[in-house]
């Protein structure tokens, strides 16, 4: 028997609960769209693939506010972490955990970082989680990138052990499958080309929901597997400017899916807001409205944060003006 299996994607929201100058985005339309596109949709489930917090807040008590409340009143299900939830310079957390996980309705996912003293998942995280949707049984794994090179602090990740996430699917994909998972979908915080990647190295996946590099896919990339067949790989931008919409179809009968298809809907203007996230949202001082979308940006690595603080201390000494340690170029690819 074929069931079909919907899900909704966000990735990389970065607190932007505010619209844009144009009145696009903004957490209260986005709300908007998952309520219309859930209700057309029964038995959908919303996920989000990490980077929830502002790109230099995570230090601050409040970082993640008011986002477990808005979450919540979305009905999102699942949050992959991402490398911002990561740069806490204090490496206990206390932010992510008090200002979130804790707060936060859903499920955190993170299989590849564990707590370094223990082997632990970070707590109120878990590595991975079977849900039925729609009669199906999905299984739900989250994973985020190594790559903390470009972190705001330079004890990002600290007290974590970040293991590879290609090693760790190869571990997790038979296990959820052997516990009974028809699907098997990947939140990896990686960005689309590393996504790619692990879907052409690592077999039994379904589809990767990809975040990072605020990449949009139109619609899924279809990537060859190992194993035979292909695996959907998915990325719906960023700063809450698109709902992504993948939908499998599930061979129930024989445990396999057998096709995928996916969509991007803009967060427009002339979305209605929802009322209890706006209130929210009006409620928040933190709130900002922007000119335009913010452009997609390629970054290279020049040099460390270790070496950006060496150089900022000898131009305070000298009283210097420093300059910055690492470069972007924009890019509309």
């Known amino acids: 028997m074929l069931r079909a299996v919907d899900i909704f994607h966000f990735n990389d929201f970065h607190r932007h609960l505010g619209t844009f ?23 959908s489930v919303i996920v989000n ?14 970082a993640f506010d008011p986002l477990a409340d808005i979450f919540d009143a979305m009905g999102i299900e699942l949050v992959a972490l991402g490398n911002h939830e990561l ?4 490496g206990n957390y206390a932010s992510l955990r008090t ?6 309705d859903g499920q955190v996912l993170c299989a590849n970082a564990t707590v370094t ?13 079977i849900m039925e949707i ?12 190594r790559d903390l090179e470009l972190a705001m602090f330079p004890s990002a990740g600290a007290g974590l052990t970040l ?3 290609e090693e760790t699917l190869k571990e997790l994909v038979p296990k959820v499958r052997r516990e009974g998972a028809d699907a098997v979908v990947v939140l990896a915080h990686e960005g689309l080309k590393e996504a790619e990647s692990l879907a052409s190295r690592v077999r039994g996946i379904d589809a990767i929901l990809a975040g990072h590099d605020h990449r949009t896919t139109p619609e899924p990339v279809m990537v060859p597997s190992p194993g035979g067949g292909t695996t959907a790989v998915a990325e ?39 009322p209890e996230i706006q209130r929210i949202v009006d409620a928040y001082p933190g709130t900002q409205h922007v000119e335009k979308p913010a452009a997609r940006h390629r970054w290279e690595r020049v040099g460390s944060f270790a070496e950006l603080a060496a150089r900022l201390q000898g131009d305070r000494a000298a009283n210097q003006s420093p300059a910055g340690g690492s470069k972007h170029e924009e890019t509309t690819s």
């Open 21 to 43: 100058g144009d009145g696009s985005g903004g957490a209260a339309r986005l709300a908007s769209l998952a309520d219309r596109e859930r209700a057309e949709h029964p038995g």
């Open 236 to 274: 719906a931008g960023g700063y809450g400017q698109q709902l992504g919409h993948l939908r499998l179809q599930v061979d129930t009968a024989r445990r396999r899916v057998v096709s995928v298809e996916g969509r991007m809907i803009p967060v427009s203007a002339d979305l209605p807001a929802d």
């Open 163 to 165: 293991a590879s996430p």
């Open 87 to 90: 740069e806490d310079p204090t």
């Open 99 to 104: 200002g979130f996980i804790e707060p936060f």
């Open 134 to 145: 729609n009669g199906v049984d999905v299984a739900f794994i989250g994973v985020v990138t």
């Open 117 to 129: 003293e223990t082997g632990s998942p970070l707590p109120g995280t878990k590595p991975y989680t």
């Open 49 to 62: 693939v990490g980077d929830n917090a502002g790109d230099n807040a995570v230090p601050s008590p409040n």
